[in-house]
T-cell receptor, first 115, second 112 residues
């Protein structure tokens, strides 16, 4: 099975622009979660999508949004970019089966640099 | 915000020695997981321990969990150069919840 893939791997944007990141989960996985990693704040949960619905949300401003498609692929969007949005954005997929504790599998991340 | 902290922040040991990392967290949990990250890449899941378990082994890894002290430790035995990485603990608060709350991480360097 192919692992979690994220595109693009690297991205450079300027302040005020918007950006869309993509995540393709492992085949059969229906849950996709997004995390932001920065040197100052560490790894922080952004949101989780399951069956095209946002199931959980972290403490981030409304500029951060996401969605999930019927094939479980997910995108996250950041509007009006700020310098502080520079980070490694990681997505993780899991089965999210009922009655189970599901291991999450992470993608390689998208490194976003805001100039 | 992060769930807790890991100790030490950085650790350097000789190849072949054992490495121990500690993690503390703040709230009740359903389970605690350990992840490895190489040079700012994706996270690799190492081991999961449930709140009703006290110790778990996987290959050269040994994890303990003390829910009364809200702490966990990860022991890597017979370290190898390839173990050089950052190690993070992450907690899941409720059963069925996918959200991982990460600790601050320990940077482990194995000296050949």
């Amino acid at each position: 099975k192919a692992g979690v893939t994220q595109t693009p791997r690297y991205l450079i944007k300027t302040r005020g622009q918007q950006v869309t990141l993509s995540c393709s989960p492992i085949s059969g996985h229906r849950s996709v979660s997004w995390y932001q990693q920065t040197p100052g704040q560490g790894l922080q949960f952004l949101f989780e999508y399951f069956s095209e619905t946002q199931r959980n949300k972290g403490n981030f401003p409304g500029r951060f949004s996401g969605r999930q498609f019927s094939n479980s692929r997910s995108e996250m969007n950041v509007s009006t970019l700020e310098l502080g949005d520079s980070a490694l954005y990681l997505c993780a997929s899991s089965l999210r089966s009922r009655g189970g504790t599901n291991n999450q599998f992470f993608g390689p991340g998208t490194r976003l640099t805001v100039l | 915000s992060q769930q807790g902290e890991e100790d030490p922040q950085a650790l350097s040991i000789q190849e072949g020695e054992n490495a121990t990392m500690n993690c503390s967290y703040k709230t009740s949990i359903n389970n605690l997981q350990w992840y490895r990250q190489n040079s700012g890449r994706g996270l690799v899941h190492l081991i999961l321990i449930r709140s009703n378990e006290r110790e778990k082994h996987s290959g050269r890894l040994r994890v303990t969990l003390d829910t009364s002290k809200k702490s966990s430790s990860l022991l890597i035995t017979a370290s190898r150069a390839a173990d050089t990485a950052s190690y993070f603990c992450a907690t899941v608060r409720n059963f069925g919840n996918e959200k991982l709350t990460f600790g601050t991480g320990t940077r482990l360097t194995i000296i050949p």
